[in-house]
């Protein structure tokens, strides 16, 4: 699976659109990038994933540039609830073998009032 | 409601004692999973299962064990052999197969601080 880099953390002010990114410049092809969140001492949360094309829910939306290598995970009203760390996940699906997700230390974003 | 199932939330445990931690899905995910996570970092993998009584060693699996003799149910045992077991233990399931999205499922955790 393609490695990923996040910035350790950032600030966002509530009501404003909170930009999180990610380089994964090794993904290959078939590899797909996921978006989790996880609250202080809760399980993660899948947000959303996407291949190449954007992709929007009621969450986030996720821009994935033309080349691949980067993605930002957007989300567009910030509020306090999304405090949280943010892990950016790239891999193949289906599932085969020893190929369960593997989480780095994310971004921990911290929403200002 | 369908979700996963974790028990105790908080576990204090003696050194040298063996706990067991509880995962249970009622979401008829076939996949299971154990991660542990230490603060500030991000999660790693103990041990993961495709099938019932069948499960697959992770990146840390030393110092633990667990089965899987039912679909819904996915135990861990940190024994006495893990020498640092503080931690956060998370458990998760996914579909496999060709339906299968990536999407993995959390429950809420199990604190476990060794004193």
């Known amino acids: 699976d393609a490695k990923t880099t996040q910035p350790p953390s950032m600030d966002c002010a509530e009501g404003r659109a909170a930009n999180l990114p990610c380089n994964h410049s090794t993904i290959s092809g078939n590899e797909y990038v996921y978006w989790y969140r996880q609250i202080h001492s809760q399980g993660p949360q899948y947000i959303i994933h996407g291949l190449k094309n954007n992709e929007t829910n009621e969450m986030a939306s996720l821009i994935i540039t033309e080349d691949r290598k980067s993605s930002t995970l957007i989300l567009p009203h910030a509020t306090l609830r999304d405090t949280a760390v943010y892990y950016c996940i790239v891999r193949v699906v289906p599932y085969t073998g020893r190929r369960a997700l593997t989480f780095g230390s994310g971004t921990r974003l911290q929403v200002q009032p | 409601d369908g979700g996963i199932t974790q028990s105790p939330k908080y576990l204090f445990r003696k050194e040298g004692q063996n706990v067991t931690l509880s995962c249970e899905q009622n979401l008829n995910h076939d996949a299971m999973y154990w991660y542990r996570q230490d603060p500030g970092q991000g999660l790693r993998l103990i041990y993961y299962?495709?099938?019932?009584?069948?499960?697959q060693k992770g990146d840390i699996a030393e110092g633990y064990s667990v089965s899987r003799e039912k679909k819904e149910s996915f135990p861990l045992t940190v024994t006495s052999a893990q020498k640092n077991p503080t931690a956060f233990y998370l458990c998760?399931?996914?579909?496999?197969?060709?339906?299968?999205?990536?999407?993995?499922?959390f429950g809420e955790g199990s604190r476990l601080t060794v004193l």
């Open positions: 998760a399931s996914s579909i496999t197969g060709t339906a299968n999205t990536g999407e993995l499922f």
């Open positions: 299962s495709q099938i019932v009584n069948d499960f």
